[in-house]
């Protein structure tokens, strides 16, 4: 590496940890997290084995400092030459695209759905006119598994996605009102950024993962059949959400006070205001309702 100018400077450590996600650098994240010594100036440097063999290209690092603090990762070197292959070919980076908002399936919202299995991702909304949209798929479902393998996380059939080749028919194995489907859906490729509304970049940025509140739903979380809103079905203990307060299996019921009654609503109305600023929301939470302010740091 190149650490502060400092050329062919070697460091030594052990594999922390592989498939290290939810870190927050980019949208695909299967990291290889590593306690050797990655500072600026690293950043694109081989992480290689005791045989001298590459396993991975170092990226970035967890710190509070600005300065290493013993953790940092790798992007996978078979991630790595797949992008590669890519670019060589195309000119670009070519990623498979669904066209779903998806969650990880907890125990709770598991057997809401009457789904007793432990693989599978829940999938809380779907892009309209995308592949998912065509191929059938629909809000609630959830995806067991894709093209013959099991799906147990989110991270997993990202990145299964991501390696399918557009134009592909993928077969995707979905549980849906108590029974299993299989559905074949046309992989399509993902739009440049920005070129489509992402599906969960808002509750993302948010530290939260939101689905639209159905009768069926409420009634099997406890609340009235005709409340109006959408649940937090998630939430990250360390973002903008859980400041303000918000917990999973509250409902969302006004935004500003406007009625949200979808995902949709609740995006359209979220990006009228400045969150730097901060938004007001009413929150339905068990039989009690309240306000929360929602301000991300500026």
């Keep these: 590496g190149n650490p502060f100018g400092l050329s062919n400077t070697l460091t030594a450590g052990i594999v ?33 084995d005791l045989s001298g063999r590459v396993v991975g290209i170092n990226t970035a690092i967890f710190t509070r400092s600005g300065g290493y603090m013993g953790i940092g990762f790798a992007i996978p070197i078979n991630m790595a030459k797949s992008v590669m292959d890519s670019l060589i070919k195309k000119g670009r980076v070519i990623r498979g695209w669904l066209g779903v908002l998806i969650q990880p399936l907890d125990e709770g ?95 993302e940025n948010l530290g939260m993962t939101l689905q639209t509140l159905t009768p069926e739903l409420a009634q099997r979380l406890g ?20 400041r303000a307060g918000i917990r999973p299996r509250d409902v969302i019921l006004k935004v500003q006070g406007k009625s949200v009654d979808s995902v949709r609503a609740f995006r359209r109305e979220l990006s009228r205001h400045d969150l730097r600023k901060g938004v007001r929301l ?10 929360v302010f929602l301000r991300k740091r500026k």
């Design 109 to 203: 919202l598991a057997r809401s759905f009457g789904y007793e299995g432990k693989d599978g991702v829940l999938v809380g909304d779907v892009t309209p006119d995308s592949p998912a949209e065509k191929g059938g798929m629909k809000e609630g479902d959830i995806i067991i598994r894709y093209e013959g393998k099991p799906v147990p996380d989110v991270k997993t059939l990202r990145a299964m996605v991501a390696d399918t080749q557009p134009g592909t028919k993928a077969q995707i194995e979905v549980f849906r009102d108590g029974k299993k489907r299989t559905l074949y859906v046309k992989i399509g490729e993902l739009p440049e950024q920005g070129a489509i509304a992402r599906g969960s970049a808002d509750e």
């Design 16 to 48: 922390s940890a592989k498939g290290r996600s939810h870190v927050g650098i980019v949208d695909y994240e299967d990291f290889i997290q590593t306690d050797a010594a990655i500072n600026p100036g690293n950043s694109g440097g081989p992480l290689v």
């Design 223 to 242: 609340y009235d059949a005709d409340l109006e809103g959408v649940l937090v079905t998630d939430v990250d203990p360390l973002g903008v959400a859980a």
């Design 282 to 291: 009413r929150i339905q939470s068990g039989e009690n309702q309240h306000f």
